[in-house]
């Protein structure tokens, strides 16, 4: 029977797994040539030793809903874990923001049409199975979950491993081509910042920091005689995420045919208390950088407990088409990055273009490896325009997967990626007239 025991001996499990994918990171020499993180390392290890594979870790059934509750605590993290900005360059935070925004919406446009019109002509496959590749690639594993969850409210059981399958084939994608995308482009000449690959720190490979390069975790803004303020940060984060939960069973209450997912409830519950904490002058007792840092952890372990709940037996029943869907998504979002960025992007186009390339497929955190890989300095300012862009992408990328689950169970789909696909090419349209045409 599920206890708070099974709890504790799962995340115990997971830690271990954690700590022996650093390990290895730090030990062989592989894992440091291609930048594997430690928790896709974890994730692989829990999925080929745990309850899916040989079954000598004794892994709970409960790890797809760990998934969820994750992907809301990470969620809740956002509104607070992005410091102000410095100085505003509004041409290059527009050039991000339609390069970014039309990226993401074609993408889901592209892997939902292709799923259905063509991939479920073939296989007998569901409307929405196209949707599992943008799910996995843009935004990894946590949109997985969280768009995983939503179809599994509404019958679709599949979803959750098929978009896990896809984010973790994603982040792979992400590191490998990456890197392949680094040494291309520093022999081409496309690089502003290194001109060798070979020039990088080893930190960047092990993982583990020299004393003289270390830096804070974040300022304590809370004296530990009353509450320790890492504590405080992770109340806050609790209260974020429980709100989400609260509005999302109020909703599901009174609007049963309206599936509100706690990750899209909890990041609203933060924006509002973020606003109040604005508006009471006390927002300085929240540093961005603790809740960089809280959000990452939960990122470690949601992408570890996410890789290890995948059902291989799922996958095997849709690989082929799962495959053509996830190879097509790849080459197409590859194209994109490197046609669109180099016309679009007036300065380092190629930082800015890998950084796309590394959160289109993976996560946000692969997108700022890569980029360290190519700018170790950070002189492209691409993190800053991404920052505010990204203030206006949310709102779109939390409709998305909040919505599509919604639209395809009501049989509104086509009028769903149809609609992304026309407001990509608007936005586009607008971006090429306003910043590329002579």
């Known amino acids: 029977m599920y206890s708070p025991w099974t709890l504790f001996v799962d995340v115990g499990l997971i830690a271990c797994l954690l700590l022996l994918g650093k390990l290895i990171r730090v030990k062989f020499s592989f894992a440091q040539r291609y930048f594997i993180p430690p928790s896709l390392i974890a994730g692989f290890l829990g999925l080929a030793f745990g309850p899916g594979g040989l079954g000598w870790i004794p ?36 050039r991000m923001w339609a390069y970014s925004q039309t990226g993401m919406l074609w993408q889901w446009a592209f892997g939902g049409l292709l799923g259905f019109f063509i991939l479920s002509r073939i296989w007998p496959l569901e409307s929405y199975f196209g949707l599992s590749m943008p799910a996995g690639f843009c935004g990894g594993h946590g949109t997985a979950a969280a768009i995983g969850q939503s179809f599994l409210r509404m019958g679709g059981e599949d979803m959750l491993t098929l978009a896990m399958t896809a984010a973790t084939v994603g982040i792979l ?13 520093t022999r081409r000449g496309y690089t502003c910042f290194i001109t060798d690959f070979a020039e ?127 190879v097509c998504g790849l080459l197409v979002t590859l194209l994109y990055v490197l046609f669109v960025g180099r016309r679009l992007m007036n300065d380092c186009w ?67 990626l149809g609609t992304a696909a026309v407001a990509g090419c608007c936005i586009m349209t607008y971006a090429w007239w306003r910043y590329v045409r002579v």
């Open 200 to 326: 990088l720190p080893d930190e960047l490979r092990t993982g583990l920091m020299p004393e003289h390069k270390r830096e804070s975790m974040g300022e304590a803004t809370s004296s530990s005689i009353s509450i320790d303020s890492l504590a405080f940060h992770v109340c806050i984060i609790c209260v974020v995420a429980l709100g989400g939960y609260g509005i999302s069973q109020l909703v599901a209450y009174f609007l049963p045919q309206l599936e509100m997912p706690v990750f899209s409830c909890a990041f609203v519950v933060g924006i509002l208390l973020k606003f109040c904490f604005d508006h009471a002058k006390v927002s300085f007792y929240v540093s961005p950088k603790a809740m960089g840092h809280l959000s990452g952890t939960f990122t470690d372990f949601l992408v570890a407990f996410g890789i290890s709940s995948i059902k291989l037996s799922v996958v095997m029943q849709y690989l082929v088409p799962l495959l053509i869907l996830l």
């Open 59 to 94: 892994l709970s059934d409960q790890m797809g809903t760990y998934a969820g509750i994750l992907i809301a605590l990470i969620f809740g993290c956002l509104p607070f874990s992005s410091a102000k900005g410095g100085e505003k360059q509004g041409e290059n935070i527009g």
């Open 173 to 185: 994608a992400s590191v490998f081509i990456g890197l392949a995308l680094v040494k291309w482009g």
């Open 350 to 416: 190629f930082e800015k273009a890998l950084f796309t390339w590394g959160w289109f497929t993976g996560t946000m955190a692969m997108g700022i490896a890569l980029l360290r890989i190519a700018d170790p300095e950070m002189r492209s300012r691409c993190l800053e325009n991404y920052a505010l862009a990204y203030l206006f992408i949310a709102p779109v990328e939390i409709c998305l997967v909040t919505f599509a689950p919604v639209a395809f169970a009501n049989g509104y789909g086509l009028v769903f």
